[in-house]
């Protein structure tokens, strides 16, 4: 007997048309779609063209008739040590002062606004504004240091740069606007204005003429009217930057009308969210989880959302409290709740007893996103929850899951170690990474790729660069225009998946996405350094932390401790200086030469593998064995 779930699989992949002109349904549109897919030119897909309608609509206006006075965002910073709700109602008078300071500062349908925020209610206000007026968001980490912002705003180009005074974490304060301002120094292009929310937290300097401070700029637009702008739904809604195999991050482009039906649905089928309850996501707007499923998806659903800035170890008394999140949970009632399993492995290390402390009864299941899964993980938070744990596979380029298990439709048992089964939409396969031959038996190693055409809400293409969307991703197989997650994967006699880590540079650090080549360009330009290799090596605690191998180009921090430890310590305090604390590396070592291939070509696994104390597998075209040797002996050094 076919399940509920697989009867909607089918129907998603056979008739992809009929299937998504239902799931449309769940979202209004000003002007319904005349053609629901427009695929005549492979890779690209055009969804629900002639639609109009507007995802801050459908997110925030849509809802004010039933539920305007229900709570909508619910702001928490055990950092500051504040908690604000706003209800559906204040949330649209918000968003649109917000739009309405934007308008004033020149930005029209279709510019960008780029914003660097911390973790508070207005970096959700300046979104939903953008997409109110059709401007397209560009939402950098805040994380992120001012090298890694700059190339953004070369890239992205906005006409504005939404900012604070500062973000804070753990208690100590990160100012912002010191590292926007050498951003901006350092890209060619500049923005017209930045807009300003001055938290109290550092001192700004305000640069006359660019500079506006939102809380004067806000006051005068306190009553503003600012309505929806009707969009095309294949126009533009945002641009967010993800790392790959080169050094240059990726602008990963999405629609407007095709996200908004795609996170809908997955509300409903995925995540079993239903209007009027909260949502809780623990992610930061900056990743792709919280345009998805802190913003839009929960909002779209008619959810309250929360926005939490904080360690999840710390209370709102800003004393140490391992049971926030739960305290959360209770006093919210909570119904669905989205982590990373890094974070699950900060909290198992608290008194269990925490877990029990508060009432959890409302929530229905935690889903974890983002990395590997760990069985000791998935076992623990489960028996302390009771409630299952779906792991959630998925990335920056799909914007929705890819595989998991659909809780809305029906319940499938989970597998430890498995993310679960294709979602809908998703025509997942596996393929030999050399011959490109799917490899239809279970249990057979291969390459994770999706054949078009890719479901509502997936990438639309590379920011300008439709040729580097092409070749990335579609081309990487050889002899099928198939898209390749540059993951390595499995899948079982039960359709199960399982996720056995990257084919390319990308390495996962306590659940962010980073590019080792782009940590390498930033140690390359250290004066003292020739060369470098950056691996990403097995850890406990964060899935993976970066590895730096540095041949110096003088002295002798090969063999002298003080050299090398004062390199060590300027190698680390560049990295974190020019893309951010979370891509320095958790060690330098120093060697006299990189392993490489004849052809001069890294031999990056061979020295990950030798991190990991495991067999480094083929040498045959290692150059010279002594640098591999040297590798050796330098982590066997401590
Ligand atoms: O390698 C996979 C890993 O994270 C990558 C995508 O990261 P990002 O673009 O930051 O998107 C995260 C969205 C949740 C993937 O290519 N990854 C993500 N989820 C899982 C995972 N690896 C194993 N299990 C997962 N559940």
Redesign the pocket.
């Known amino acids: 007997m076919t399940s509920p779930y697989d009867a909607l699989y089918r129907q998603s992949v056979e008739q992809p048309e009929a299937f998504w002109a239902e799931q449309a349904r769940l979202i209004d549109w000003h002007q319904a779609p005349t053609q629901i897919l427009d695929a005549s030119r492979p890779p690209f897909c055009r969804w629900f063209v002639g639609g109009q309608t507007n995802l801050c609509h459908n997110a925030v206006d849509r809802h004010l008739a039933e539920r305007g006075e229900q709570p909508a965002l619910i702001a928490i910073s055990t950092e500051t040590g504040s908690e604000r709700s706003y209800t559906f109602r204040e949330l649209h008078a918000e968003v649109q002062r917000t739009a309405a300071m934007l308008l004033e500062l020149g930005v029209r349908r279709g510019d960008r606004v780029l914003i660097y925020m911390p973790m508070i209610a207005e970096a959700a206000f300046a979104m939903l504004a953008c997409a109110r007026i059709g401007a397209i968001h560009c939402v950098v980490f805040g994380g992120f240091a001012s090298g890694s912002l700059a190339s953004r705003i070369e890239d992205a180009e906005p006409k504005v740069v939404v900012s604070a005074d500062a973000g804070s974490r753990g208690g100590k304060v990160v100012p912002y606007k010191p590292l926007l301002d050498e951003a901006i120094r350092l890209s060619a292009h500049k923005p017209a204005a930045v807009l300003l929310y001055d938290r109290g937290l550092a001192a700004m300097e305000l640069m006359a003429g660019r500079d506006h401070l939102a809380g004067a700029e806000g006051q005068k637009h306190a009553q503003a009217r600012v309505p929806c702008t009707w969009l095309d739904a294949t126009d533009i809604s945002y641009t967010i930057y ?1 790392s790959g195999t080169t050094g240059r991050p990726k602008g990963v482009q999405r629609d407007v009308g095709g996200y908004a039906v795609a996170l809908a649905a997955s509300m409903q089928h995925i995540f079993d969210g239903r209007a009027g309850e909260t949502y809780f996501s623990t992610s930061d707007i900056g ?3 919280g345009h998805s499923y802190i913003v839009y998806g929960p909002l779209i659903a008619g959810m309250a959302t929360i926005m939490y800035e904080g360690l999840p170890t710390q209370g709102l008394d800003r004393q140490p409290d391992g049971g926030i999140w739960w305290r959360l949970v209770e006093k919210y009632k909570v119904t669905v709740m989205f982590s990373a399993p890094t974070a699950v492995r900060v909290l198992k290390k608290q008194d269990p007893a925490l877990l029990r402390k508060y009432d959890l009864s409302s929530l229905r299941a935690l889903f974890l ?5 760990d069985e000791p993980t998935a076992r623990w938070i489960s028996e302390g929850l009771g409630v299952p744990i779906i ?6 380029e799909s914007g929705w899951p890819i595989i998991t298990l659909p809780v809305g439709v029906e319940r499938r048992p989970a597998k430890f170690g498995s ?1 679960g089964i294709a979602m809908y939409g998703y025509k997942v396969k596996i393929v030999h990474e050399s011959t490109g031959e799917e490899l239809t038996a279970p249990n057979e190693k291969g390459v994770v790729v999706i054949e078009g055409p890719t479901p509502p809400g997936f990438m639309q293409t590379v920011w300008r660069d439709d040729q580097r969307f092409v070749d990335t991703y579609w081309k990487s197989i050889p002899g099928q225009l198939v898209y390749s ?3 390595w994967g499995i899948r079982d006699e039960d359709g199960y998946y399982y ?1 056995l880590g ?1 084919t390319d540079d990308v390495i ?1 650090v306590a659940g962010h ?1 980073l590019g080792t080549r782009e940590i390498e360009e930033a140690i390359s330009g250290h004066a003292n350094v020739a060369e470098v290799a950056v691996v990403g090596v097995a850890d406990a605690l964060k899935g993976q932390v970066a590895m730096a191998f540095v041949v110096p180009r003088t002295g002798n921090a090969a063999t002298d401790n003080a050299d090398a430890m004062k390199l060590e310590g300027e190698i680390m305090k560049r990295v974190a200086d020019d893309l951010g604390a979370l891509a320095r590396p958790a060690r330098v070592r120093f060697v006299p030469g990189l392993p490489k291939t004849r052809s001069g070509k890294l031999l990056r696994r061979a020295i990950q593998a030798v991190c990991e104390q495991r067999d480094p597998g083929d040498l045959t075209t290692l150059d010279d064995p002594a640098t591999l040797q040297a590798v050796r002996a330098a982590v066997a050094a401590g």
Do not use: K
């Open positions: 993800t990743w792709v989880v996103a983002g990395e590997p899964l792991d959630n596979y998925w990335q920056t993310p997650t540059f993951d996720i990257r996962n996405r």
